[in-house]
C-alpha cells in the first residue's frame, strides 16, 4: 500500500485536525494501522501526538483521564472513546511487564521504537502518510511477525508480548520469525511474572482466532507449559479440534482443555476464570468423557444436568468432533432431545405436575424423605410422560409410601 490518503472515520479526522490545527503533530497508530494495511475493519482507532496531555485536554470538550501517568486522554466524540496518546518512551522495566516511568517525547519515531513488533509500530496522517521507520508494511506483506529490535531485550521488557506473538499468529495467519520464535524459548519462565488475568484474555483472543493451529506454538516454544499443568499428548489431534469448532470461547477452551478433565476446575480457576465460565467449560469437558444414552428416558436424565437447550446443542457438537465415528448416533440424540424439547416433556423437578406443598397438603411429612419422594416421582415421569399429573403422581407417592411402610 503506497502513501495515498486512506479514508478515516470523520470522528477521527476530527481528532486530528484539532491537535494540528493547535500546532501539534498527530497519527493514528498501531492496531488500526495494521488492519487497515491488511484491509480488515479497526476495530480501535488508537491515537499519537506531540502534544502532552494537559494540552489534549485543553482542546477537546469531553475527556478521560484513562492513562494520564502514561500520556493517554480519552477524548469522547459523539460519546464514542478515542484513545490520545502523547509521544512517549519507556523508562526501566523491573517486573517483566510495565516501565516504572515514561518520558514524554516530540519524535514519532522515537515512540514507534518502543513498541512491540513491527507491524504494530507504524504511523498513518492524511498528510504525511506512513511512518515506517522498522519496516512493517514489508513483513505484513510477508505475513511475518517481527519484534521491534531484539527480541529478548522485547520480551524483558513485557513478558505478555511473547503470548501475543502467538496470538497475533492465531489472529492473522502470519509466521513468527525465527529470532522472535527463538526468544521466545529463551524467555518463557518470564511468563510467570503476568498476571493470570491477562494470560487468560490472550489464551481466549488466541482460541478463538482464524487460525487456532498457531495453538502449536505454545507448545514448541515451551510457553504452554507456564499456562497450564499438563499439556496434550496429541497436538495435532487437538489443533483440528479447534479447527472444527466454532469460534464460541467457552466451547474451544473445552476442546483445549479436554485432556485436563481431573483437574478442570482448578485450572480454570488458577487462570482466573469467572464462575459462569468455569461452570459451562467444566460440564463441557465431563460431558465429553460421558457417553449419553440412546434411550429417550436415558437422554432426558443428561438433560437435566444441562444448564440450557443451547448447551446441549453444543455439547452435541463437540461430541461430533471429538468422536466423528458417532456423527449419526448424535444427530439421532439431537433429534430425540429436540422432540422432547418440543413436546415439553417432563424431566427436571421444576416441570413435576406435584411438588412439595401438594404432597404437606396431602398429609406426607415434611423433610428429606420428602425431597427423594419427589426425586422418585421424577423417576417415573421420565420413564414415562403419561403419569405427569397431579392425580397420578399423588396416588404413585402414595403407593411409594405404602410399600415403604410395608
Not at 86 to 98: F, H, K, L, P, V
Request: proline share 5%; hydrophobic share 35%.
Amino acid at each position: 500500500m503506497q502513501n495515498s490518503k486512506i479514508p478515516l472515520p470523520s470522528q477521527v479526522t476530527y481528532i486530528l485536525k484539532t491537535l494540528e490545527q493547535a500546532t501539534h503533530e498527530a497519527f493514528i497508530v498501531g492496531g488500526c494501522v495494521r488492519d487497515i494495511i491488511r484491509t480488515v475493519q479497526p476495530k480501535d482507532w488508537d491515537i499519537a501526538t506531540s502534544a502532552t496531555p494537559e494540552q489534549t485536554k485543553a482542546l477537546f470538550p469531553r475527556t478521560v483521564d484513562t492513562g494520564i501517568k502514561h500520556g493517554t486522554v480519552t477524548v469522547l466524540v459523539d460519546s464514542k472513546p478515542y484513545e490520545v496518546t502523547t509521544y512517549r518512551i519507556d523508562g526501566e522495566y523491573i517486573d517483566n511487564r510495565r516501565p516504572t516511568t515514561v518520558e514524554f517525547v516530540t519524535d514519532i519515531t522515537e515512540d514507534l521504537s518502543r513498541r512491540d513488533f513491527t507491524m504494530n509500530a507504524i504511523a498513518y496522517n492524511p498528510h504525511v502518510g506512513f511512518v515506517d521507520p522498522f519496516c512493517g508494511r514489508k513483513d505484513i506483506d510477508n505475513k511475518l511477525i517481527r519484534c521491534v529490535g531484539e527480541p529478548v531485550l522485547r520480551f524483558t521488557e513485557d513478558a505478555l508480548r511473547m503470548l501475543r506473538a502467538v496470538r497475533f499468529a492465531g489472529q492473522t495467519g502470519f509466521d513468527v520469525c525465527t529470532a522472535t520464535l527463538q526468544a521466545i524459548g529463551e524467555m518463557g519462565s518470564n511468563l510467570s511474572s503476568v498476571s493470570p488475568e491477562r494470560i487468560r484474555e490472550e489464551l481466549g483472543k488466541l482460541l478463538t482466532s482464524l487460525y487456532p493451529s498457531a495453538v502449536g506454538l505454545l507448545e514448541s516454544t515451551g510457553l504452554l507449559s507456564y499456562i497450564i499443568a499438563h499439556t496434550p499428548t496429541d497436538k495435532t489431534e487437538m489443533i483440528h479440534w479447534l479447527e472444527s469448532c466454532p469460534t464460541y470461547e467457552p466451547m474451544r477452551t473445552a476442546l483445549f482443555l479436554h485432556h485436563m478433565h481431573d483437574t478442570i476446575e482448578a485450572t480454570l480457576r488458577n487462570l482466573r476464570y469467572d464462575n459462569k465460565s468455569i461452570k459451562e467449560v467444566s460440564l463441557y469437558v465431563k460431558m465429553l468423557h460421558t457417553p449419553i444414552p440412546q434411550s429417550r428416558p436415558g437422554i432426558k436424565k443428561i438433560l437435566r444436568q444441562i444448564v440450557s437447550q443451547d448447551f446441549f446443542d453444543n455439547l452435541l457438537v463437540l461430541k461430533s468432533i471429538v468422536y466423528p465415528y458417532e456423527a449419526g448416533l448424535h444427530n439421532s440424540i439431537r433429534n430425540t432431545a429436540a422432540d422432547i424439547y418440543q413436546k415439553g416433556e417432563c424431566y427436571t423437578l421444576r416441570d413435576l405436575a406435584i411438588n412439595g406443598r401438594d404432597l404437606a397438603a396431602a398429609g406426607f411429612a415434611e423433610g428429606e424423605g420428602m425431597g427423594v419422594l419427589l426425586e422418585k416421582l421424577l423417576e417415573i415421569v421420565i420413564d414415562d410422560p403419561m403419569f405427569n399429573t397431579r392425580k397420578q403422581l399423588l396416588e404413585c407417592a402414595m403407593s411409594i409410601s405404602a410399600h415403604k411402610t410395608l
